[in-house]
Protein backbone atom coordinates (compact mmCIF):
# COMPACT_ATOMS: atom_id res chain seq x y z
CA UNK A 1 0.00 0.00 0.00
CA UNK A 2 3.04 2.13 1.03
CA UNK A 3 3.95 1.89 -2.43
CA UNK A 4 0.91 2.81 -4.38
CA UNK A 5 1.21 5.80 -2.20
CA UNK A 6 4.82 6.61 -2.65
CA UNK A 7 4.24 6.60 -6.37
CA UNK A 8 0.96 8.40 -6.94
CA UNK A 9 2.56 11.20 -5.15
CA UNK A 10 5.75 11.28 -7.54
CA UNK A 11 3.37 10.90 -10.25
CA UNK A 12 0.97 14.04 -8.80
CA UNK A 13 4.19 15.75 -7.81
CA UNK A 14 3.16 16.03 -4.29
CA UNK A 15 6.94 14.79 -2.89
CA UNK A 16 7.84 18.49 -2.75
CA UNK A 17 5.44 19.07 -0.33
CA UNK A 18 6.30 15.97 2.03
CA UNK A 19 8.24 17.51 5.23
CA UNK A 20 12.29 16.83 4.99
CA UNK A 21 11.97 14.99 8.64
CA UNK A 22 9.99 12.82 7.03
CA UNK A 23 12.07 11.87 3.67
CA UNK A 24 14.89 12.07 5.96
CA UNK A 25 13.29 8.92 8.23
CA UNK A 26 12.00 6.85 5.34
CA UNK A 27 15.83 7.19 3.98
CA UNK A 28 17.13 5.58 7.23
CA UNK A 29 15.23 2.71 7.06
CA UNK A 30 16.01 2.04 3.37
CA UNK A 31 19.05 2.33 4.45
CA UNK A 32 18.93 -0.28 7.28
CA UNK A 33 16.90 -2.98 5.41
CA UNK A 34 19.66 -4.82 3.45
CA UNK A 35 21.60 -5.21 6.61
CA UNK A 36 18.19 -6.19 8.64
CA UNK A 37 17.42 -8.66 5.76
CA UNK A 38 20.96 -10.15 5.84
CA UNK A 39 20.38 -10.70 9.40
CA UNK A 40 17.10 -12.35 9.68
CA UNK A 41 17.91 -14.71 6.66
CA UNK A 42 21.35 -15.46 8.61
CA UNK A 43 19.25 -16.30 12.00
CA UNK A 44 16.95 -18.33 10.04
CA UNK A 45 19.42 -20.63 8.08
CA UNK A 46 21.73 -21.14 11.18
CA UNK A 47 19.35 -24.47 12.45
CA UNK A 48 19.37 -25.87 9.23
CA UNK A 49 23.77 -25.59 8.82
CA UNK A 50 23.95 -27.43 11.73
CA UNK A 51 22.30 -30.45 10.00
CA UNK A 52 23.94 -30.18 6.23
CA UNK A 53 23.02 -33.62 5.49
CA UNK A 54 19.13 -32.68 5.35
CA UNK A 55 20.34 -29.63 3.10
CA UNK A 56 20.66 -31.75 -0.10
CA UNK A 57 17.44 -33.60 -1.63
CA UNK A 58 17.77 -34.91 -4.62
CA UNK A 59 14.06 -34.72 -6.15
CA UNK A 60 13.88 -30.86 -4.31
CA UNK A 61 16.98 -30.32 -6.19
CA UNK A 62 16.33 -31.14 -9.71
CA UNK A 63 12.44 -30.28 -9.83
CA UNK A 64 13.58 -26.79 -8.47
CA UNK A 65 16.30 -26.35 -11.03
CA UNK A 66 14.10 -27.18 -13.56
CA UNK A 67 11.40 -24.45 -12.66
CA UNK A 68 13.37 -22.09 -11.67
CA UNK A 69 16.57 -22.13 -14.15
CA UNK A 70 14.98 -23.74 -17.41
CA UNK A 71 11.06 -23.25 -17.50
CA UNK A 72 10.88 -19.91 -16.00
CA UNK A 73 13.77 -18.19 -18.07
CA UNK A 74 12.12 -19.91 -20.94
CA UNK A 75 9.16 -17.74 -20.43
CA UNK A 76 10.32 -14.64 -19.04
CA UNK A 77 12.58 -14.41 -21.96
CA UNK A 78 9.65 -15.34 -24.56
CA UNK A 79 8.47 -12.19 -23.03
CA UNK A 80 11.42 -9.77 -22.93
CA UNK A 81 11.44 -10.22 -26.92
CA UNK A 82 7.74 -10.26 -27.98
CA UNK A 83 6.22 -7.40 -25.25
CA UNK A 84 6.30 -4.16 -26.22
CA UNK A 85 7.94 -2.61 -23.86
CA UNK A 86 11.43 0.11 -23.24
CA UNK A 87 14.53 -1.85 -23.77
CA UNK A 88 15.63 -0.95 -20.30
CA UNK A 89 13.00 -3.19 -18.23
CA UNK A 90 14.06 -5.81 -21.43
CA UNK A 91 17.22 -5.83 -19.70
CA UNK A 92 15.68 -6.15 -16.50
CA UNK A 93 13.28 -9.42 -17.50
CA UNK A 94 16.39 -11.01 -18.67
CA UNK A 95 18.72 -10.52 -16.23
CA UNK A 96 15.75 -11.39 -13.18
CA UNK A 97 15.28 -14.76 -15.75
CA UNK A 98 18.70 -15.62 -14.77
CA UNK A 99 18.62 -15.87 -11.29
CA UNK A 100 18.21 -18.84 -8.87
CA UNK A 101 15.69 -19.01 -6.34
CA UNK A 102 15.82 -15.87 -3.62
CA UNK A 103 16.95 -16.75 -0.05
CA UNK A 104 13.74 -14.34 1.13
CA UNK A 105 11.31 -17.63 0.30
CA UNK A 106 12.95 -19.05 3.62
CA UNK A 107 12.05 -16.44 5.61
CA UNK A 108 8.58 -16.24 4.02
CA UNK A 109 8.08 -20.25 4.37
CA UNK A 110 9.18 -19.79 8.10
CA UNK A 111 6.83 -17.28 9.10
CA UNK A 112 3.76 -18.33 7.29
CA UNK A 113 3.76 -21.61 8.81
CA UNK A 114 5.36 -23.39 5.39
CA UNK A 115 8.45 -25.75 4.51
CA UNK A 116 11.24 -23.84 4.84
CA UNK A 117 13.68 -26.70 4.99
CA UNK A 118 12.13 -27.06 1.38
CA UNK A 119 12.79 -23.70 0.74
CA UNK A 120 16.35 -23.92 1.79
CA UNK A 121 16.97 -26.92 -0.83
CA UNK A 122 15.40 -25.15 -3.38
CA UNK A 123 17.68 -22.15 -2.97
CA UNK A 124 20.89 -24.12 -2.41
CA UNK A 125 20.44 -25.72 -5.18
CA UNK A 126 19.76 -23.24 -7.59
CA UNK A 127 21.90 -21.09 -6.25
CA UNK A 128 24.81 -24.05 -7.04
CA UNK A 129 23.32 -24.85 -10.46
CA UNK A 130 22.64 -21.18 -11.37
CA UNK A 131 26.56 -20.61 -10.68
CA UNK A 132 26.72 -22.25 -14.10
CA UNK A 133 23.92 -21.20 -15.69
CA UNK A 134 23.45 -18.19 -15.23
CA UNK A 135 26.43 -16.90 -17.46
CA UNK A 136 24.34 -19.00 -20.22
CA UNK A 137 21.16 -17.69 -19.75
CA UNK A 138 22.72 -14.45 -19.51
CA UNK A 139 24.44 -14.37 -22.94
CA UNK A 140 21.82 -16.38 -25.05
CA UNK A 141 19.34 -14.09 -23.61
CA UNK A 142 21.59 -11.12 -24.91
CA UNK A 143 21.82 -13.16 -28.40
CA UNK A 144 18.07 -13.90 -28.61
CA UNK A 145 15.89 -10.80 -27.22
CA UNK A 146 18.34 -7.96 -28.76
Not at 46 to 52: A, G, I, Q
Not at 54 to 60: I, P
Not at 70 to 98: E, S, T
Request: hydrophobic share 60%; net charge positive; charged share 10%.
Amino acid sequence: MSLVVAVGANLLGLSEYVPALFKDVVHLCAACAVPLALLLIGATLYEYVLRPASLFDVRVGVGSCAVRLLLLPVFMLLLARYLPCPVDLKRVILVQAAMPAGVLSLVIAKHYGGQPLTAVRVVIATTLVGLGVIPLWLKAGLLWVF
